[in-house]
């Protein structure tokens, strides 16, 4: 595996039920992601939305308090129970919530939209089992207490999406397997995926066991340069088993106990599902109106960066140019009042 990029090492952030939590490192909550929704939903798109996915089993749990790393090599709380999660329209395990950063005090990357794993793209690269995965998370036992410090996982595909896994309670969720060794702190984590090049030349046969060379085993091009990684879905899983337990007394099965042993296998939900959020109505809503607020910043005179994550400095045209765009991102985190 090559050297895991910044920018999904970067993208990480910690999630806590509360300031103090999060403050003293405690050993709950979970794992969650940044992504960049370009406004308008074009590339070289002038701005983006900021947002922050992780599972909705971690939101429900009351974890709602980002911690993420500052520029001074610190870490800061940014607390989200006020504001407003948008969830899957059929249930899928996958909480967003858009977020107020700042280059200049917070330290983070965005994972843009041609990182995403998209159906095309997997077709294109005949991209399966056996292709190597990456988890960026967070490591309970050893997670940073002055600032995050991710860790990544390695593996596999095991399975593609295909029929559902069945979830307790009967859900069916449409979702990779991956032999990636998840555990618990590890829920909500961005899972890469990425393709490796292949040697310039094999090795030639021997004569005699021409007759036994393999054929190409996938319909992949020739890789002759890395490809990706792509964000291909969310941890949402590890799946177990159920092992009985053995009496000392009898040495044999009891009927009654048994023990869960992590599988190794872990499920993803695919990049496509988080999609369906992104471009739910009342999400979509939200960046309709952000993109017609940028519109109106625009009109004014004042190039937005290209960059998208956060606005050039103030100017002489418009001196308050940096309090505009960021007030844009701090309303969409507030958490809409209820219609009667």
């Known amino acids: 595996m090559p050297r895991i990029p910044d920018e999904a090492l970067e993208s990480v952030v910690y999630l806590y039920p509360s300031e103090a939590a999060a403050e003293d ?42 911690r993420a790393n500052t520029t001074d090599g610190a870490m800061t709380t940014i607390p989200l129970d006020g504001a407003e999660w948008f969830r899957h329209p059929e249930g899928d395990d996958i909480a967003i919530c858009p977020i107020g950063l700042d280059n200049q005090r917070h330290k983070y990357k965005l994972i843009h939209p041609n990182m995403f794993l998209r159906k095309e793209i997997i077709a294109m690269l005949d991209i399966g089992p056996g292709d190597d995965v990456f988890i960026v998370g967070r490591f309970i036992n050893r997670e940073g207490k002055q600032k995050n410090m991710p860790s990544v996982r390695f593996g596999n595909i095991a399975q593609m999406p295909g029929d559902p896994l069945i979830l307790e309670g009967g859900k069916e969720q449409e979702c990779f397997l991956v032999e990636g060794r998840s555990i618990p702190g590890f829920s909500g984590a961005p899972v890469f995926v990425q393709i490796i090049p292949e040697p310039p030349n094999f090795p030639e046969f021997p004569p005699d066991l021409k007759q036994y060379e393999p054929k190409p085993p996938t319909n992949r091009p020739k890789m002759t340069f890395k490809a990706g990684p792509f964000l291909m879905g969310i941890d949402f899983c590890h799946l177990f088993n159920k092992d009985r337990v053995i009496s000392d007394e009898t040495g044999r099965p009891t009927n009654d106990c048994h023990v869960r042993s992590n599988t190794g296998m872990m499920g993803v939900i695919p990049m496509w599902r988080i999609m369906d959020v992104i471009d739910n109505p009342k999400m979509k809503k939200l960046r309709d109106q952000l993109e017609q607020d940028v519109k109106k910043i625009r009109t004014s005179q004042v190039n937005l960066d290209t960059a998208g994550e956060v606005p050039p400095p103030a100017n002489a045209v418009n001196p308050k140019h940096r309090e505009d765009f960021n007030s844009l991102l701090d309303a969409a985190v507030k958490k809409p009042e209820q219609e009667d």
């Open 25 to 66: 490192g405690e050993q709950i909550g979970g794992t969650g992601f940044l992504i960049g929704i370009p406004i308008p939903y074009i590339q070289n798109a002038p701005a983006h939305l900021r947002c922050v996915v992780t599972n909705a089993h971690i939101v429900d749990a009351g974890s709602m308090v980002v």
